[in-house]
């Protein structure tokens, strides 16, 4: 795949980065990615992998933009309140970066058709808010062998990681979280959540994408990153995979 004079020109500072270059350009253009959820996650993270130049964006969200989504979810405005969430990113993505191309999935990923809709793509960046989705998600990556960048956010933490469980040595999603954790599973509309910090982990989010398409530095796969917007420091921690996981035992 050769660049245009345009791609060149946008991607310039990609190209000159030696752990990058042309070659790695050429594969972020020719990546097919899945983000789950066009939110406070989904936002930064989606807006960072199309500036990159992701040839192709596929994005999961069954939810309309609420005049409470704004504070974080930067993606979307105001003019966009009552729309789908999916047809609000698709403009605003096309407005960023023309060589994208967005598949819009209208919808709530589940069980059913979560190895259906990931077999298509190339990697998958998970930011939904249900453990019943981040479930479906991960099991499915997971037999389909397919990356998947995961993170979450509290009221002023956040977290990151790879989980590339059917590879021998490297951890599951059900390796970090076996089951849905007793007690009521609260929201961001019960505790809430401090805006900036969804853009911070996002955006390392994309970077662990981005890492994945080009292969430079160090994975998270088999690591977490946590950051505290309190005290402002970040950790990370080893994450070993579970010999007794029943979803990736034996791969």
Do not use: W
């Amino acid at each position: 795949m050769d660049l245009t004079d345009e791609q060149l020109d946008r991607y310039a500072r990609h190209i000159v980065l030696r752990d990058v270059g042309g070659a790695g350009q050429v594969k972020i253009l020719q990546a097919r990615v899945l983000v789950i959820g066009a939110g406070g996650l989904g936002s930064p993270c989606l807006q960072y992998l199309a500036a990159a130049g992701v040839g192709t964006l596929g994005i999961v969200d069954d939810d309309v933009v609420d005049l409470s989504n704004l504070q974080r979810q930067v993606l979307h405005g105001t003019p966009d309140i009552g729309r789908l969430k999916t047809e609000s990113a698709q403009e605003a993505i096309a407005r960023l970066n023309p060589d994208v191309k967005v598949v819009a999935h209208a919808l709530r990923l589940t069980t059913e058709n979560a190895a259906e809709i990931i077999s298509g793509y190339d990697i998958v960046a998970d930011g939904s808010d249900s453990f019943e989705t981040r479930f479906a998600v991960a099991d499915a990556c997971l037999q389909l062998k397919k990356p998947l960048v995961s993170a979450a956010v509290g009221p002023f933490e956040g977290q990151v990681s790879v989980f590339k469980g059917y590879e021998e040595t490297l951890p599951c999603y059900r390796c970090f979280v076996p089951e849905t954790p007793g007690g009521q599973q609260r929201t961001c509309a019960d505790v809430g959540v401090l805006g900036a910090l969804t853009g911070v982990i996002g955006s390392l989010q994309a970077l662990e994408v981005l890492r994945e398409i080009v292969g430079f530095g160090q994975t998270l796969a088999g690591r977490l990153l946590i950051y505290d917007g309190l005290s402002n420091r970040i950790r990370t921690l080893s994450l070993p995979k579970d010999p007794g996981c029943p979803a990736c035992r034996g791969r």
